[in-house]
């Protein structure tokens, strides 16, 4: 997930790279220079268009190094359905040998995962502008390197029904945004971080993450939710992985739930994920 989707609510994460504190930024200054301008109007109205190459293209080097490609950058916007309207630079700030911090106040529609229907919000983001071999390039952290909206990667035991909603990989993580659904009479539990598994095409386990970072654990599902009948929740499961994943395919299985009075937890093994090359 990106920072406008973290600013939407939804669940996202960081990259290894950021940008510095604006906090800590020296007094600001009034305006870009003509370049730096162009180079943000540039990277924002491509975005705007569905022109990821053309944004891939004015990304600093280290950027491009994490997308590795222009469809990997694009996959990101294209996951969450987001567009950039119109925007309006708040703040310029010059950040030493770091370039300069320019935020921006940017209109966005963006298809809302949890509540399947398009939306839209006003996001302030962002951006660094850094000067590299002779021309102003964009540093647009906090991406996945790599997201899609799997089809039908959905399952349904004991009247519980879960629904992957959208796959993000960061370095050395992949999320999931899971859709959970009680279907039945009762009161059913939700306990994930207790066995919950993600294995790869080779069969390799992985392990969710357990941390008290919000960005890295949905506190809700970790504390164990209690799902109400005709009730449904959306939110993240995040597993450690190698630094550059890439599988083939991705099988999930959340356990444990328990369904209000059963003997025995269950647990629900979705069937696997093509992950797209």
């Known amino acids: 997930m990106n920072r406008r989707t973290l600013f939407l609510l939804a669940a996202s994460g960081m990259t290894a790279a950021s940008l510095p504190a604006l906090a800590a930024a020296p007094a600001a200054q009034a305006t870009l220079s003509p370049a730096q301008r162009a180079a943000l109007d540039g990277y924002l109205r491509a975005l705007g268009a569905g022109r990821y190459a053309d944004a891939f293209r004015?990304?600093?080097?280290?950027?491009?190094?994490?997308?590795?490609?222009?469809?990997?950058?694009?996959?990101?916007?294209?996951?969450?359905?987001?567009?950039?309207?119109?925007?309006?630079?708040l703040r310029v700030e010059p950040a030493g040998s770091?370039?300069?911090?320019?935020?921006?106040?940017?209109?966005?529609?963006?298809?809302?995962?949890?509540?399947?229907?398009?939306?839209?919000?006003?996001?302030?983001?962002?951006?660094g502008l850094l000067g590299e071999g002779g021309a102003v390039r964009i540093k647009d952290p906090y991406k996945p390197w790599k997201a899609f909206t799997p089809d039908g990667a959905a399952a349904e035991v004991e009247k519980l029904r879960a629904i992957v909603r959208k796959v993000s990989f960061f370095t050395g993580r992949v999320e999931f945004l899971v859709t959970f659904i009680n279907a039945g009479e009762g009161q059913v539990t939700l306990l994930p971080y207790g066995r919950s598994v993600l294995r790869d095409d080779a069969g390799t386990a992985y392990?969710?993450?357990?941390?008290?970072?919000?960005?890295?654990?949905?506190?809700?599902?970790?504390?164990?939710?209690?799902?109400?009948?005709?009730?449904?929740?959306?939110?993240?499961?995040?597993?450690?992985?190698?630094?550059?994943?890439?599988p083939r395919s991705l099988s999930l299985t959340v356990a444990p739930n328990l369904r209000d009075g059963d003997d025995a937890p269950f647990e629900i093994p979705l069937p696997a994920i093509s992950v797209p090359a």
């Open 58 to 89: 004015l990304l600093t080097s280290a950027e491009r190094k994490y997308f590795v490609t222009a469809q990997n950058f694009g996959s990101a916007f294209a996951a969450d359905r987001l567009t950039i309207g119109k925007y309006k630079v």
């Open 98 to 127: 770091l370039g300069t911090v320019v935020v921006v106040s940017e209109k966005v529609s963006f298809f809302d995962h949890a509540h399947q229907a398009t939306a839209s919000a006003t996001a302030r983001v962002a951006y």
């Open 207 to 246: 392990h969710l993450i357990d941390t008290k970072v919000a960005g890295l654990t949905d506190r809700t599902l970790r504390l164990g939710l209690p799902l109400a009948a005709s009730a449904e929740y959306t939110g993240a499961l995040t597993f450690f992985t190698p630094d550059r994943f890439t």
